[in-house]
């Protein structure tokens, strides 16, 4: 009975959680790095406001981290531009938030002057350097990531975001920690470093459910394959031949699936060896394609 309350007030509302389109999470905010658009300070600050938000600002070191993990990520190499310029009175953020985290690199030019991301490696890397705020480079953008309730009669279980970066992280099951059922999600996992690895436990299920886990972010090579007719009984474990990694589920009737979390994690070199050839559970693969 508790299940069935559970469950029917899932279909009148749902908390979603919110990024603009394309942009990653990271601490209850929303980044996306524009690498191909160059443009001024004030024109990249203006294009942020178009998503809702302004030029990142940044508040503490794991922020800072993250965007040179990221920027270098997505390709850039030289600097991008963040939220932060002195016009003569002293350095601010643009979205107005307290300039309570510092790190300007050590050589400063005089006002007025806007400030870019590092992400060169001989160059103070992740420390915010001054440029002319009319010279055209990439930039980096912050929204506020928000939950927001939408209405809903369809499958209350959604799959969450489908990207996820870093080194270090879970990927949640559908609904968790609450069971879900009839869902195909797929996730995708970009780590920082030369490996991805990943240890997911076992699924335990009334429902029929189908797995596909591939290395990189298509589906060219395939790591292994198996549905709820051969489960694994213990965490399986697996890393990528590079630093991406993507994980499809398929389960397809109303029996319930139980909650689990995945783990993943970047390395230098990869922590598990995988089975060879992969596994090729073919039975009812087909209804995926």
Known sequence: MVRNLIVSAAFLAIAVSQCPSDFTQFNNKCYKVFNYNSLTWAQADGSCQDYGGHLAS???????????????????????WIGVRNRGSGPSWSDSTALDFKNFAPAQDDPPIC?????????????????SCDALMAYICQADFSPSVA??????????QPNY???????????YPQVFHKVDCTWQISVFNNYANIEFPPIKALAYWYLEIYAGNTRDTL????TSFSPFNTTLKLSSNNPQMMIRIMTEDNDDVNPFEIHYSGTDSPLYINPT?????KSRANRLH
Do not use: E, K
């Open 58 to 80: 940044i508040h503490d070191n794991a922020t800072d981290n993250f965007l040179i993990d990221y920027a270098r990520q997505v390709g850039v190499r030289t600097a991008a």
């Open 151 to 160: 209405a809903s009669t369809v499958n209350p279980f959604t799959c969450g």
């Open 165 to 175: 970066y870093g080194n270090n992280g879970t990927i949640q099951s559908p609904g």
């Open 277 to 281: 050839p992969p596994s090729m559970i």
């Open 223 to 226: 790591l292994y394959t198996t």
């Open 115 to 131: 400030y870019a991301f590092s992400a060169v490696a001989f160059y103070y890397p992740g420390q915010w350097i001054p440029q």
